[in-house]
């Protein structure tokens, strides 16, 4: 099993409508959780870190559940401006070092049509 | 204030050639990262810096990899006789906790990389 999966999509919505992404990691012991955006040919950007139970901004909602070892991306009002490609990636902790690494989905690709 | 830049953005190299990709973090960042990032995938981790120590180098995919950060600022990677498979962009992400804090990373624009 993969340490961390996204379903590739493509999502397809219109512009207006509510898409949810899920992303399951494997590790439970992961503390940190983050979704990032990456438009084409782009660097990744930092959308958001879920740390606790979840957290809003604006029309993004992040959720994390524990129990079931997932998060969740909400976008509500889909605009054309959100078509990205929406990596999730889990903080991965070694407690006995410290070190260190983000290990990322490979993605869910998003488009918003008009 | 700036973000993370890496240099040079774009690459073509021969198979065989030597080619060193550079980052420099956001001023004051403790811990770096690189990864590899193929078309369609997610990046990958390749290695982690804190300050000038190379803590885990776990991700390197052979030992024709190599990355330093002598000052703990600036940051090269370095690909010895480079091979098709190495053709990927190449990432820099930089993150103000040392060890034992997760905070957030910042990604640079990359380097793409294209052996021929």
């Known amino acids: 099993r993969k340490e961390v999966e996204q379903d590739p999509g493509p999502f397809n919505v219109p512009e207006g409508a509510t898409v949810a992404f899920n992303c399951t990691y494997s590790?439970?012991?992961?503390?940190?959780f983050f979704w990032y955006r990456q438009d084409c040919r782009k660097e990744p950007k930092l959308l958001m870190s879920?740390?606790?139970s979840g957290n809003e901004d604006g029309r993004f909602t992040a959720q994390l559940n524990r129990a079931s070892q997932y998060i969740s991306l909400l976008i509500r009002d889909s605009k054309l401006s959100d078509s990205a490609t929406y990596l999730c990636a889990v903080n991965m902790v070694r407690m006995n070092t410290g070190f260190q690494k983000l290990v990322f989905g490979t993605g869910t690709r998003l488009l918003v049509s008009p | 204030g700036a973000g993370v830049s890496q240099s040079p953005r774009y690459k073509v190299a021969k198979r065989g050639q030597d080619v060193a990709l550079r980052c420099d973090p956001i001023?004051?960042?403790?811990?770096l990262f690189w990864y590899q990032q193929a078309l369609g995938q997610g990046p990958e981790f390749l290695t982690y810096?804190?300050?000038?120590?190379?803590?885990?180098k776990s991700g390197l995919p052979s030992d024709r990899f190599f990355a330093e950060r002598p000052e703990g600022s600036v940051s090269t990677l370095k690909i010895q006789r480079t091979q098709q498979e190495d053709s990927a962009v190449y990432l820099c992400?930089?993150?103000?906790?040392?060890?034992?804090?997760?905070?957030?990373?910042?990604f640079g624009p990359g380097t793409r990389l294209t052996v021929t």
């Open positions: 879920v740390y606790s």
């Open positions: 992400a930089s993150s103000l906790a040392g060890t034992f804090a997760a905070y957030e990373q910042y």
């Open positions: 810096f804190q300050n000038e120590a190379q803590l885990d």
């Open positions: 590790n439970s012991a992961s503390q940190s």
């Open positions: 001023s004051g960042h403790v811990s």
